[in-house]
């Protein structure tokens, strides 16, 4: 298809059918019916005014489009900051937001949203815009503008607003994603203009580490379609298949229930791969006698589960493997416990690191105490939620959403019996911090010896055949 040749012609058509639209089927196309609400959005924002210091403006921009290659771009997803404060998904957006009202037309505002604007022979392509109106009208903001007038507004902004506001925000996680492109332009200029520059993304942890009832909904039903998932890829396991064919399972389900994404590569490693952490390459064929960690989670609505299982790929657990796997069970129990308001964020770890210490003295795989740290070399927990790794504090506290996740993974060379080399094992479950105590989101998930080995004697969507028939 000839793009040139067609966009007069499907522009006029787009017009007719925009004409056609009203406003809720307008709005339909646009978001999804189990979306965050405005008023969760508005209320973030709200949130942030009330802690800005005095004289601040703070800005946030939308994620840039990243190629994937030649013409093809990766599926779009919007940059945490705006998404929370704003609620919007397209490219190109930047939200403002001042500590003291400003006049915006005839609008008094402390919000202002720049948006892509609405062009027909472009969208017939690309998908609907929201354009200002709609931008104002679907997301509830008090002030819209479009893209193209934002340097205009800048010009403005500091030509009438500069003896009111000193301080420029823009939020630096410790992601290693780069910066939008128009964020460090913003940022050049705001500099040259005089103001002091401070990160935004303090306060947004703060607020992000505690969930709402609607953060809460959404996390829990993409713990529901990563616990169904897992089954599938459970039950479809056995030797000879490819690491990629449990991933694939996996995600099919993820989009199947919904998940725009997968929270992060899937993790899928078996025999030598099941001791490498973040082992993503899953090209291996899985053979009889060996583990699999299947660390595998989608996301919903922006939203992340992190959930992990491991399993024998012929259903049966050698004993070695029971061993350990028993060991990393009997960890994540303990740690679990540990799992209530007002305990250290590390409380769990350091019952985890307890339990497996005694677990491998006891064993013979290490004689020194501190050499745990040979075969478990990670953390046992982090904050879930609109990152698989969000932002988090040094004290559990009610509504704040956490993993726990200790493994054991003997590499082949380790200073131990070769028994043991080559058996990885994680366990991962996402709990829920309570005023009472927790409850564990994915605990509808089998995880003893007994109820895996007894999962993996059933048929999974994965054991059909997907060859075309004669």
């Known amino acids: 298809m000839r793009r040139a040749s067609l966009s007069l012609y499907v522009g006029a058509l787009f017009i007719l059918i925009g004409l056609c639209y009203g406003p809720a089927a307008r709005a339909a196309a646009w978001q999804d019916e189990d979306a965050l609400p405005p008023e969760f959005h508005k209320r973030n924002r709200e949130r942030f ?13 939308a994620a840039d489009i990243k190629n994937r290659i030649n013409d093809t771009d990766y599926l779009y997803r919007q940059d945490n900051s705006l998404y929370y404060l704003s609620g919007l998904r397209e490219p190109a957006g930047v939200l403002m937001l001042f500590k003291h009202p400003i006049s915006v037309g005839t609008t008094k505002t402390q919000e202002l949203m720049f948006v892509q604007p609405r062009n027909p022979s472009e969208e017939i392509w690309t998908g609907r815009r929201l354009g200002k109106e709609r931008a104002k009208d679907i997301l509830k903001l008090n002030a819209t503008e479009t893209a193209d007038y934002f340097e205009t507004f800048l010009d403005k902004f500091f030509k009438e607003q500069k003896a009111r506001f000193k ?72 030797p000879n ?10 995600e099919y389900v993820f989009k ?61 657990f050698s004993d070695a493997q029971r061993e350990i796997y028993e060991l990393v069970l009997a960890a994540q129990t303990a740690a679990i416990a540990e799992c209530k308001a007002g ?15 005694e677990g491998l003295l006891k064993l013979g795989l290490i004689q020194d105490p501190k ?13 879930v939620g609109l990152d698989v790794h969000d932002p988090s504090i040094g004290t559990l506290a009610e509504n704040q959403i956490i993993t726990v996740e200790p493994g054991i993974y003997i590499a082949e060379g380790s200073p131990c019996d070769k028994k043991w080399w080559n058996i990885g094992v994680r366990i991962e479950d996402m709990l829920l911090i309570t005023k009472d105590g927790h409850t564990v989101l994915s605990s509808a998930l089998p995880k003893t010896v007994r109820e895996l080995e007894a999962l993996m004697q059933k048929k999974g969507i994965g054991n059909l055949s997907v060859q075309p028939q004669p």
């Open 167 to 238: 301080i420029v925000m823009f939020p630096y996680s410790r992601s290693r994603a780069p910066l939008p492109d128009a964020q460090r332009k913003a940022e050049a200029r705001f500099k040259s203009e005089g103001f002091a520059v401070q990160n935004a993304f303090p306060i947004l942890a703060k607020m992000r580490v505690t969930k709402s009832p609607e953060e809460i909904r959404l996390i829990q039903k993409a713990v529901d379609i990563a616990m169904a998932a897992h089954i599938q890829a459970i039950m479809s396991c056995e």
């Open 343 to 357: 305990a250290p964020f590390h409380a769990p770890h350091l019952k985890a690191v307890e339990v497996i210490t």
């Open 371 to 383: 050499d745990y740290r040979l075969y478990f070399m990670h953390g046992t927990s982090h904050h």
């Open 241 to 250: 298949m490819y690491e990629y064919e449990l991933a694939a399972i996996a």
């Open 49 to 61: 005014i009330e802690q800005m210091p005095d004289s601040a403006v703070a800005l946030f921009f």
């Open 256 to 316: 199947k229930m919904g998940c725009e994404y997968t929270a992060y590569p899937s993790i899928v490693g078996a025999g030598e791969n099941s001791v490498i952490l973040h082992y993503d390459a899953t090209r291996k064929k899985m053979r009889d006698g060996e583990l699999v960690v299947m660390d595998m989670g989608g996301e919903y609505r922006g939203y992340a589960a992190d959930i992990t299982r491991t399993i024998p790929v012929n259903g049966k």
